[in-house]
Each structure stands twice: as C-alpha cells, then as structure tokens.
C-alpha cells in the first residue's frame, strides 16, 4: 500500500479471534518504540488509542522525511 503525502490514514490492527495483543506495560512501551522508530519519521500521530486487543492510530503523512 502506497500512502500518499499530505493526507491522513485511520491505521488499526486487532488481534486474531479478538485476543491480546499487548498484555503488560512493557508490551505497550514496546509498540510506542515502534512507532517513534517506524511511523515518526514519515508521519503525524494525530489521535491514537492502544487497548488489550487492538489499536488505531490516525496519521498525517508527511511532505518530508523529519531528521
């Protein structure tokens, strides 16, 4: 999938059958690693909410690479 600069995504994910994704703090912290890693230096976090079993993250993706 090809993201387009300039316009923002509703990205979520659920675990399989409804089940745990994250099951302790560390598991949370892991995730938002990701994302400072992954996602930051593409895109805006506009909204996100991480919950037991699933997540969304609505995104601005950038006109630049962020340094």
Known sequence: MN?????VYHVFNRGNNGER?????SNYRFFC???NTYVIPYADVLAWCLMPNHYHLMILVNDELKN
Not at 21 to 25: D, V
């Open 3 to 7: 993201l387009e600069k300039g316009f």
């Open 33 to 35: 690693d990701k994302i």
């Open 21 to 25: 994704i994250f099951y302790n703090s």
